[in-house]
């Protein structure tokens, strides 16, 4: 499928896409949202948007996924959808009866400019409830753009300084990651004595128990007191800059709390940042139980590190993510040669974020050298690769026609992965989810050894 | 959900066999504020048009509208695999408000040096209808100097629903089928095959059942179709219809336009599979076709009937519930689950057509419940209240069905396998055997039990 990718790289000026690395923002607030406990999801436009974000979800979570859609029309798209959404959220309250109805726009609704706090305003809104709103214009940034914008609106809509001194008490914005990795940074939290309130939580709501029923709203998500109550915490931790930063910045600018960001807990060095933190902010003491996983963890590292040091990486996803991945693999010893995230933004100079720089910077460290491009697609990263091969592929679902077509090992890592399955519920974030990065690692370069070895190398214990 | 209600002005669209008088609503756009399952304009258009191997299928949006588009059908091909790539103007700010026509024509210049395609869809998603970009103008100007096909595909999604993105990809197909030379237009003795589009191979296989009575088929639409394929579509003499709902327009231009006439014909099930052949056979209506289609159902039958019979007895008395995209695959399914003596309780579809609800109602069996574009708490509320063991469905209502302990089959894009024809029956069985009859199911019951 990707025979004409050719090595010879020409710029392309057309600035169109081939093989995305990113998708649009939408999505990103469809999946914040659901870390709110007992939250709709509302998708402001046409129905075949809300319907491809369900699916997308569905594949890569593997449970239901509800939201609902103000269903546009033609007429809508001329005089505006003021009354669409008025309709809707009617609906919404009589029929699926949230406590909160979380409204995020589309390309459509935002190339017309319906004013959204305007309509909320006018909208009949049963005596407890809520709607909120964010923009995410799908022209601008990435699906993470989505994700953070959403997570900022928690935060306007939501925090409250209600007490005249700020609590013992830590809020936690986990970014765009997999609930079982939103559950492995409580664990951490919880084992630090941290009380903390984490934002959004998807945990118990798109990896929920099997119970033989089916619940619209799951036992999981950040309830609302809790939302509000985030404008009381002494601290905020962002991870990752491009996910979560905004949201930590706003609750510091309307209720003083101060903010923190830091990598995406990926990996020892990262790991061990955000429990220097907490211990900082909590003046506890890392307990034993965490020692010892930090040892089991960099004892795994010495006994294998033979197996990774020198191999040549490429790795592409998510900006917070990626620059999670290549750090972690960088201590094993791996050389990240080409790095690549479809979220723009993050170009060298750009105001938003920075990840060519962190890239470079953390590559530039080690003397290394690597392609590093931010708003990039799959088929530059194919390009790269053909022009400079590697060991290992590391990135989601997408990347496996790149792996077939160059016989790569591959690892899936990040959102969205829909061919394989229980990923979600693992975390890769922690020192356990380092563990975890390292067998899936190892895993894919020595199975890649074994298939590839003549009979008289065929090893028993590599 | 058991608080859930039937949303105020829902009624209509949701009828119980034998209990009110059967005239159901449909075709409606939804009601704002619905979880529906429906997908829109684009989603319908491209679905149709993808499995086009050798085109580039270029969307004109923002990133997104492509990227969930990406490789999503199953549809294999014989060769070129052009279709399965992702290529988007990836619409940014500055566009929308200074207009794409700009970067769109800069798209199809490079994508045409770069794979020399002979033709080229443009998809128009929702924004570009109010942006107000000219995109037959841009087609037009670039056909023109790269020499190849460049056809506009009007399918921004706020336009209607995913039946209007039938029409829309209907519409570029039948500007893209014109012929040359009209003196060839039916001449050939050969049939179109309309609406397969080639999911895990399907197509292969009525290609293969016509082949043996000795039916050529001139070019299936669109499964595993190429440019030089659908360049020679009006040369036969007949055309059948396989999903109704997508290429029934198509079908009706072409005749109106061409003189080929259609049928509709349905390979899902022993019943349908069987009938449809015969049908093709008596159309072709030569003697020897209508002695070898014989030869070929009773081959077929003779070692597919006695496995179905092995499913069946072990399925017996399980309730179905099925929620498909068009009213066609539905009316099959019953007939197909009739077949291993399954029930069908419950029965919805996301585009279904009067006619074909009016057919729906009278072979279902009383009580059961009939519903045009369902959302999710209505399928959970006639699924747990009608007792159904399965849900036919697609992706969103995977997990859903799952949740409530039901056993689920993909009858969409994500399907395994193939499901019509002959093997495609005993593969459906086999399928609906291999997920009602899973040991995991005990274990969620037990579980509830056990822990209340
Ligand atoms: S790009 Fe726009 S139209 Fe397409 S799915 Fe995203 S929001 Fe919807």
Redesign the interface.
Known sequence: MLDATTKEIKERASGGVINPAKTCQPIGAMYAALGIHGCLPHSHGSQGCCSFHRMHLTRHFRDPIMASTSSFTEGASVFGGGANLKTAIKTIFQVYNPDIIAVHTTCLTETIGDDIPNIIKTSEIPEGKMVIHTNTPSYVGSHVTGFSNMTKSMVNYFAEATTPLKKEQVNIIPGFVNPGDMREIKRLTRLMNAPYIMFPDTSGVVDSPMTGEFQMYPKGGTTQPELIDTGNSKLTIALGRFASSDAAEQLDKKCKVPAVTLKAPIGIKATDALLMTLRRAFVSDVPYELEEERGQLVDIMTDTHFHFHGKKVAIFGDPDIVTGITEFVMSLGMIPVHVLTGTPGGAVGSVVGSFEEDIKELVDQAGLKANIKAAGDLFTLHQWIKNEPVDLLIGNTYGKYIARAEDLPFVRVGFPVMDRSVHSYMPIVGYRGAMRLIEMISGALLDRQDRDAADEDFELVM | ?S???A??GRQDFIITKGKQKAHLKCDA???????????????GARVVLNPITDAIH?VH??????????DIRGSLSSGE??F??????????Q??IFGGEK?LT??I???AA??HPKLIFVYS???V???GDDLEAVCRTAAKRHGIEVIPVQSS?????KSAGYRAACDALFRLIEPENRELVGKDKSINYLGDFNLAGEAWIIRDYLRQMGVTVNVVLTGDATYADLKKATRASVNIIQCAGSMHYLAGRMEETYGIPYMQVSFLGLEDTSESLRRIAAVIGDSEVVARTEALIAREMSHTAPVIEGYRQKLAGKKAAVYVGGGFKAISLIKQFRELSIEVVMIGTQTGRQEEYDTINDLASDGTVILDDAN??EL?RFMTDQEADLLVGG??E???A????KAFIDHNHDRKHPLSGYVGAINFAKEVYTTVCSPVWKY??A??EGHE
């Open positions: 959900m608080q859930a209600q949303i105020d756009d939804s009601i704002a504020g619905c979880v529906s399952q429906r997908a829109c304009v684009y989603c270029l949006g923002p990133i997104g509208c492509s990227a969930y588009t990406w695999e052009l399965r790539n992702s290529f988007s103007t990836d619409l940014r700010e566009d929308v970067k800069a798209a210049d490079q994508l770069k794979y998603t929702c924004i209808g109010v942006i999604g706020f336009i209607g629903n999710p708490s959970e992706v969103k995977r997990p859903l799952y949740k409530l302990g969620v019951r579980g509830g």
